[in-house]
């Protein structure tokens, strides 16, 4: 008996489990949504427009974190270089003399082809090209583009139209490798056929290599330029003053509309800054081929005075490193060079003696 018992029970146990598995259940009740509080209907949304709280939640992004944590350790980074730069007693306390810098023109012949990828996020992020543009549309008649570079301003002349104010362009730059990379600019900008129409129809463009220290070519009708524009370029030259001195040459002084554009970089009004400057100086001529520790100011106004040459406008941005400049012949300068003003008495007595001279060699 205790053995069927034993027997028995399990099996009703089955049998039971069995009908449970296999008995038709009624199908559960469908589950309701809970009902939603009636929403105050919005007058700004149309019918048949969500309403604001149904409208999907804007997908959530999970890189910002990271991306302003990198910014921000980037900041920290620059800044903690800055400083100690800054605090760095400089090894050369002349390096800001002219004398004390070499040459380094040459570094462009090396650098053309990445020039502009090396100086472009830069520029874009100050502002650097809005200050070419405002520059560049200001050339007017014959224009000459001295350090042209790469051709860092060529999209920003007023040469299209019939109306343009830019008659003939010309560019020189001692670097033929940037020559080469501007001339291509030139073309990829306004050498399709369309691009050409836009131009305006007597526009001569030149394109020459050679150093803006020596002799340049006139104008195409022999007359001297009506601007001179050179943008980032006295950073670049062993000798700053005789550069500036020699576009004055090159400029038609008996125009008073005659100028002399620039943008340039160097120090700062900022003491800490200059250290910062002066103290990577070296470095930074080395290996980009310009000294961008120099005090443009003074190189301009002791040119301008040289030349005749006087200034209409001077500003400085980002803490006083970017420099522009409009110089204008002076109103004696003009005069002088339309032969206005009598010569005075020692120039006289020069041309005087010249005349002799030149007459005993056959001369007149
Ligand atoms: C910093 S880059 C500036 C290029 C361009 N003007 C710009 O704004 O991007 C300086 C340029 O000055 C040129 N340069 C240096 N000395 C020069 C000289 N004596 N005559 C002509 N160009 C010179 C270099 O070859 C180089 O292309």
Redesign the pocket.
Known sequence: MPMRSALVLPRRHVAHSVRRAYAVRPAPPPRRKPALAPQPIDPAYAVGESTPAEAPAPPRSTFAPWILGALSAGIGFYTLQLYLAASKACLNPHIAELTAQKDV?ER?DYTAASFDSE?GFSELLMGVNGLRKKLARKCHGDVLE?????G??LGYYDIEGAKAKVESLAF????PQ?VDVCRQKWAALFGSEKAKQRLHPELKVRFMTG???GNMPLAPRGKKYDTIL????L???ASPTE?LENMARHLDMSNPDARILLLEHGRSYMPWLNKVLDNSAQKHAELH??WFNREIGELVEAAAKKSGLEVVNERRHHLGTTWVFELKPAQATVKKAKGEVPVVASEQADLKQSAGWLAKLGWS
């Open positions: 023109a462009y100086v001295v350090s042209c570079g790469t860092r301003n020189i730059d001692l670097s940037m150093s803006a220290l050179q943008t980032m370029g950073c670049s030259t550069l081929g310009c």
